[in-house]
């Protein structure tokens, strides 16, 4: 993951260090971006120039101080562990300079129990890049408590330089607007409608009688409507056909 972060941060003009715990490992990474590279030459989606380009703007080290004790964005890709990943930023928050933009690439772990352990929790956000991230347009940033509008903002600026369409997850709780979780369900998923379109277009009723159907035939929680629904019923927010769901159709007529 991190190798293709380095790719198209680099293919967007950027000056990458890409750092990791030994020689083969960077070896590794350089291998499979000359390989990402030379499958989207042949695609005619970069010039070999430009692919030669991008590689010389990154440069390899183990030292991670020497990575980014000068870095503007720091974005950490380093296994899925929250002991690793403290570890990592307790390093960071001492190498970095206080306005570096401290970026986690995590799918699951609370950007907040990550900042905890710096002096800096404003300066971190999540940017949870999707694979293969030369491929996949989304990236999903992500609210510790403490994160700052700028670094969120710092965040964005630096995921759209580099070709992603940004959602925003705020405070590590998991609440999204209704656009931006079906744009993760486009991008991430490829669907063709996020699913909260798809039950403006269906019919928020005719979903929760739906539900409440299949409920009362297995007695599976999991199918019961949860009451959000229930109270966009009660309320007459049915979609599309009464001009407002998740929403807003005042100009579809009903």
């Keep these: 993951m991190g190798s293709g972060i380095a790719q ?18 960077l070896t590794r990474g350089l291998d499979g971006i000359r390989a990402s590279q030379d499958r989207m030459v042949a695609k005619g989606k970069l010039s070999e120039q430009d692919a030669a380009d991008a590689l010389a703007r990154i440069v390899t080290t183990t030292d991670l101080a020497e990575a980014a004790s000068g870095a503007g964005l720091v974005v950490e890709a380093v296994f899925e562990s929250i002991d ?7 390093q960071l928050d001492q190498v970095c300079g206080d306005d570096t933009v401290l970026a986690t690439n995590t799918s699951a772990i609370p950007i907040t129990s990550i900042a905890a352990v710096t002096g800096r929790p404003e300066s971190v956000v999540g940017t949870h890049f999707f694979s293969p991230v030369p491929m996949m347009r989304l ?12 670094t ?16 925003v997850v705020n405070r590590d ?15 991430g998923f490829g669907h063709a409608m996020g699913p909260l379109e798809t039950a403006d277009l269906t019919g928020i009723d005719i979903m ?5 159907n299949i409920y009362a035939d297995t007695q599976d929680e999991k199918f019961y409507p949860p009451e959000s629904l229930a109270r966009m019923v009660a309320a007459g927010d049915l979609g599309r056909k009464s001009g407002r769901g998740f929403y807003d159709h005042a100009s579809v007529s009903s």
């Design 8 to 25: 198209v941060a680099a293919q967007a003009g950027y000056e990458v260090a890409l750092r990791d715990v030994d020689q083969a490992a």
């Design 84 to 90: 690793v990943k403290r570890e990592v930023f307790v």
């Design 139 to 150: 990236c999903e940033l992500v609210r510790g408590f403490k994160t700052t509008d700028a």
């Design 152 to 167: 969120l903002a710092a965040a964005r600026t630096f995921a759209e330089s580099i070709g992603k369409t940004c959602i």
């Design 173 to 187: 709780v998991g609440v999204v607007s209704p656009e931006d979780l079906d744009v993760a369900c486009r991008l």
């Design 208 to 212: 929760v009688n739906a539900a409440r």
